[in-house]
């Protein structure tokens, strides 16, 4: 493995850095320049351990899902605004991982110091329903889009199985021409529609009998009369101009203070530790869990411990490799309930996605990405928690008229040791300089959103074994030098990079 990309970037950080120590980056275009190369259908320009996109979040909105007929395969719409720090990304959102991986740990953090939720008189778990209340009102003024159908390659891994089918059956991906692809190639900067489509399939359905989860049965909202019916088409999305990406500005005034960071949520493999949190996957079964319809496939349902198959209750994922092809998502522990997470496909399993204070939030992962048979494509991407309530791999949802994802780390090529970064959302874009797929050892990687900055931001901390503890709490420096800074070189080639998505 590479060594972490500055010195103060170690293992026993536990994900953090020292305040006084900023990594600084290089435009995109600058790193791209001369460099940019084809490989599978993808351009890739150079290796690095950090990347931050600038000028994210833009005032907009999507198609959002207010009914679906499981007779008929009709889905009804409702516009939905949306607009703030990071928006659409600053709505709750699921963790998503496809294998081969092996997960090692994973926390979740929002801004807020203690003594403020000393002061409010509020637990975690009332902040973020507080957080949801407010979120349910803005719906009261305004309404949403939902109808997702992830391009990039996470399309292709659909799950639209009966139930009762005990054989594995594989899906033909549905490909489609609409995944946008922008690089600096010679130093000019161009964007063209990728088309490569691999024949290849999708993975395993789920099986078998029981009974329902023990837990509380989430409920389904009963949506007004809708305002528009099912879309054939794909809306119109905006694209970052090359002028705008040129430029690298910080923000003009000092950030605000936003106090320690809380964990919020915690996975901890070797541990068993599961808090604030819970495994979910695109396996619904009527007789297990979530359900299954010809028209919709899969909902959501529980995962076994493997990542392998529908349960019937909460696991734990168990310290293994996440087979290839083979997908889990991660939700909060708290059950949605009629008002707080929008439309949700009836027979689902539906848990809150995680949410933003002001867009701001962190996420820290451990992982490997080994080689392994199948596939072989291994990602880690969020969802606007909108879309699996309602269908991941399904056209009824909110995805493609732009509610909102981002691949954080995702090969796009069978066997590839090459991950890269995108947006795909009412505004599409990716910078083309990729990270080292980590094949062999754990390392960490911090994902943070910057509501205030309007930055999200990927940083690959280096290897750091089984890792200690994630720590319950982040000090703001911490959190900022994780962020990493907005211009300058690196001390070292191709070490970062700063793409600005545009409006």
């Known amino acids: 493995m590479k060594p972490p990309i500055i010195v103060a970037l170690t293992a026993s950080a536990i994900g953090t850095v020292n305040a006084a120590v900023v990594a600084r980056g290089t ?96 637990s975690t778990s009332e902040s973020r329903e507080k957080l949801s209340q407010e979120e349910e009102a803005n719906d009261q003024k305004h309404t949403y889009s939902h109808h997702h159908r992830h391009r990039h390659l996470h399309r292709q891994f659909r799950h639209r199985h009966h139930p009762e089918e005990q054989v594995t059956k594989l899906a033909k991906r549905v490909c489609e021409p609409i995944t946008w692809v922008t690089a600096t190639i010679s130093g000019s900067v161009v964007s063209w529609i990728n088309d490569y489509c691999p024949d290849q399939t999708a993975a ?47 923000p003009s005034s000092p950030p605000s203070p936003l106090g320690s960071f809380t964990r919020i949520a915690h996975y901890h493999a070797a541990r068993q530790i599961s808090s604030g949190l819970t495994f979910l996957a695109n ?46 998502l991660l939700a909060t522990d708290q059950p949605c309930d009629a008002s707080s997470c929008g439309y949700i496909q009836p027979g689902s399993v539906a848990y809150k996605g995680f949410p933003s204070i002001s867009g701001t939030r962190l996420v820290l992962i451990d992982f490997s990405m080994p080689h392994a048979e199948g596939q072989n494509m291994p990602a880690i991407w969020m969802l606007n928690s909108r879309v699996p309530l309602t269908g991941q791999y399904c056209p009824c949802s909110c995805w493609s008229s732009g509610c909102g994802e981002f691949d954080v780390f995702e090969t796009l090529a069978g066997g590839s040791n090459k991950a890269k970064s995108a ?69 070292g080639e191709g070490m970062g990079s700063v793409f600005r998505v545009g409006t």
Not at 293 to 311: H, I, K, M, R
């Open 27 to 122: 435009s995109s275009d600058q790193l791209c320049a001369g460099k940019g190369f084809l490989e599978n259908g993808n351009w890739y320009c150079q290796p690095v351990h950090h990347i931050t996109y600038q000028n994210v979040g833009v005032k907009g909105e999507y198609q959002d899902v207010v009914g679906m007929n499981q007779q008929t395969g009709a889905c009804e719409f409702k516009t939905r605004e949306f607009s703030g720090p990071l928006a659409p990304f600053n709505e709750p959102m699921y963790i998503h991982f496809r294998g081969p991986m092996r997960l090692k740990q994973v926390a979740v953090y929002l801004p807020g110091s203690d003594q403020r939720k000393r002061e409010e008189g509020s």
């Open 204 to 250: 395993p359905a789920p099986a078998t009998s029981a009974n329902w989860s023990p837990e509380p049965a989430p409920t389904t909202t009963t949506p007004a009369t809708p305002t528009t019916t099912i879309r054939n088409s794909l809306p119109p999305f905006m694209f970052p101009s090359a002028t705008n990406r040129n430029a690298i500005s910080s």
């Open 283 to 328: 396996r619904g079964n009527p007789h297990i869990s979530g359900t299954w319809t010809p028209q919709f496939g899969n909902t959501l349902s529980y995962v076994n411990s493997a990542g392998t198959d529908c349960a019937p209750s909460p696991q734990t994922l168990a310290d293994t490799l996440l087979p290839s092809e083979h997908e889990v």
């Open 423 to 491: 947006f795909h959302g009412v505004f599409r874009g990716g910078d083309s300089n990729y990270f080292e797929r980590p094949v062999g050892g754990t390392v960490r990687v911090a994902v943070g959103f910057d509501g205030e900055g309007g930055r999200v931001g990927v940083k690959v901390l280096g290897d750091v074994g089984e890792g200690e503890e994630m720590r319950e709490s982040l000090e703001e420096g911490e959190w900022r030098g994780l962020m990493g800074g907005d211009e300058g070189d690196f001390e």
